[in-house]
């Protein structure tokens, strides 16, 4: 492993790496203005995102959020349905409080100064400094898996990557290469490049900086950068009933805080262990409604966090007829809704909740329109 890379090395790898973005970058659509919102969204979005399927939810975004105000005005669900299948929900929640505090402090434009934008609810570190360098085009460096990735393999960083010596060797160095007045270009060059060359599999026939790159002499580039050994995956099992009357779904909302908050699902259980069937039905009896499995649905897999959910869907009736209005008052203060089946795509849902409801109401959809030609 090397601490610092000579200031002459330094100075011919900056410029190769420039040269190179100029040649090969992406056409983004927030590479168009480079206005402080868009750089922002984009990047909150592109955290755990792949960049097609956030450059997507970006323009879907745009398209009904074009300003901060436009978000600070919204409703939190209506937040949630356009975040919806992004995932990490507390970051589409800090945005919206971010906007708010925005419009609130500084009139609903983005402040240009560290201290202005550490201070808005979910701006980290990271996210700091990409709006610094990318938006204002302030000298400071953004510091992502990709541009740690870069830096491992340059330096041949021998230690876990997210170590603090690690994360310091690799920030210093970032910043040490940074060529004053070039740290828009160069920050999205360093991210752009550990992306689409230095990736998890280096393409290093390809790669403008083979020459300086230390774990390419050494021939380790594979094995950089080194992770700590990751936590095991726990699998989770749950339960859900969909329950029809008067051409609605019944829905709950789940709490505010924990996972997938304020959000709308179809009742059950978020872990069961045993007869899955069984525990369902106890659990809707439990919430006052006493009900019978007509026909299972099947099942979804979603992975969050460290956990893998495999989660079972049934079909559900209840052992008495009963309206709406009466189902509501049994549920007492348990909060719930009844949505018209066809109108489930307006309400924020769990990924898993939204496969479901796709996969059941999308082909019940269908039937009900070919009957109508028959």
Same mark, same amino acid.
């Given at each position: 492993? =090397?601490?610092?890379?000579?200031?002459?090395? #330094?100075?011919?790898?900056?410029?190769?790496?420039?040269?190179?973005?100029?040649?090969?970058?992406?056409?983004?659509?927030?590479?168009?203005?480079?206005?402080?919102? $868009? &750089?922002?969204?984009?990047? @909150?979005?592109?955290?755990?995102?792949?960049?097609?399927?956030? &450059?997507?939810?970006?323009?879907?975004?745009? !398209?009904?959020?074009?300003?901060?105000? +436009? @978000?600070? /005005?919204?409703?939190?669900?209506?937040?949630?349905?356009?975040?919806? #299948?992004?995932?990490?929900?507390?970051?589409?929640?800090?945005?919206?409080?971010?906007?708010?505090?925005?419009?609130?402090?500084?009139?609903?434009?983005?402040?240009?100064? !560290? /201290?202005?934008?550490?201070?808005?609810?979910?701006?980290?570190?990271?996210?700091?400094?990409?709006?610094? +360098? =990318?938006?204002?085009?302030?000298?400071? &460096?953004?510091?992502?898996?990709?541009? /740690?990735? @870069?830096?491992?393999?340059?330096?041949? =960083?021998?230690?876990?990557?997210?170590?603090?010596?690690?994360? $310091? %060797?690799?920030?210093? $160095?970032? !910043?040490?290469?940074?060529?004053?007045?070039?740290?828009?270009?160069?920050?999205?060059?360093?991210?752009?490049? #550990?992306?689409? &060359?230095?990736?998890?599999?280096?393409?290093?026939?390809?790669?403008?900086?083979?020459?300086?790159?230390?774990?390419?002499?050494?021939?380790?580039?594979?094995?950089?950068?080194?992770?700590?050994?990751?936590?095991?995956? =726990?699998?989770?099992? +749950?339960?859900?009933?969909?329950?029809?009357?008067?051409?609605?779904?019944?829905?709950?909302?789940?709490?505010?805080?924990?996972?997938?908050?304020?959000?709308?699902?179809?009742? #059950? %259980?978020?872990?069961?262990?045993?007869?899955?069937?069984?525990?369902? %039905?106890?659990?809707?009896?439990?919430?006052? %409604?006493?009900?019978?499995?007509?026909?299972?649905?099947?099942?979804?897999?979603?992975?969050?966090?460290?956990?893998?959910?495999?989660?079972?869907?049934?079909?559900?009736?209840?052992? /008495?007829?009963?309206?709406?209005?009466?189902?509501?008052?049994?549920?007492?203060?348990?909060?719930? !809704?009844?949505?018209?089946?066809?109108?489930?795509?307006?309400?924020?849902?769990?990924?898993?909740?939204?496969?479901?409801? $796709?996969?059941?109401?999308?082909?019940?959809?269908?039937?009900?329109?070919?009957?109508?030609?028959?």
């Amino acid at each position: 492993m =090397i601490t610092t890379i000579p200031d002459d090395i #330094g100075l011919c790898l900056s410029s190769a790496l420039l040269d190179w973005f100029s040649l090969h970058k992406r056409p983004l659509p927030w590479r168009e203005h480079y206005t402080p919102y $868009e &750089v922002w969204i984009s990047e @909150v979005m592109l955290q755990q995102t792949q960049m097609e399927r956030g &450059v997507a939810y970006f323009q879907r975004w745009m !398209r009904r959020f074009p300003d901060i105000r +436009s @978000v600070a /005005e919204a409703g939190e669900e209506e937040i949630l349905r356009y975040w919806e #299948g992004l995932g990490y929900y507390r970051r589409a929640r800090f945005l919206h409080q971010a906007a708010k505090a925005v419009v609130e402090r500084h009139g609903g434009e983005l402040p240009s100064s !560290r /201290e202005g934008l550490a201070a808005l609810p979910g701006l980290g570190a990271y996210t700091v400094d990409a709006v610094l +360098s =990318i938006a204002f085009g302030q000298d400071v &460096v953004p510091v992502d898996a990709n541009v /740690e990735r @870069v830096f491992s393999r340059l330096l041949d =960083i021998d230690i876990p990557i997210r170590r603090k010596a690690a994360a $310091e %060797l690799v920030r210093n $160095e970032a !910043r040490h290469l940074l060529p004053p007045g070039r740290a828009r270009d160069y920050a999205q060059a360093l991210m752009e490049f #550990g992306a689409l &060359v230095c990736g998890k599999a280096p393409k290093c026939a390809e790669c403008p900086l083979a020459a300086w790159c230390e774990a390419r002499r050494l021939g380790v580039e594979r094995e950089r950068p080194v992770k700590e050994q990751a936590s095991e995956t =726990i699998p989770v099992t +749950s339960a859900h009933g969909i329950l029809l009357c008067e051409k609605h779904v019944l829905l709950f909302q789940r709490p505010a805080s924990g996972l997938w908050g304020n959000m709308w699902e179809f009742p #059950g %259980l978020d872990s069961v262990a045993g007869d899955v069937q069984s525990a369902l %039905l106890a659990a809707w009896k439990k919430a006052g %409604l006493a009900a019978e499995v007509l026909a299972p649905l099947g099942t979804v897999s979603h992975g969050y966090t460290n956990h893998r959910l495999t989660a079972h869907f049934f079909r559900l009736a209840l052992d /008495e007829a009963l309206a709406m209005q009466d189902i509501s008052e049994k549920l007492g203060d348990i909060p719930h !809704r009844f949505v018209p089946w066809e109108k489930l795509g307006e309400l924020a849902m769990p990924a898993h909740h939204r496969k479901m409801a $796709e996969r059941y109401f999308l082909r019940r959809k269908r039937a009900h329109a070919e009957q109508l030609y028959l």
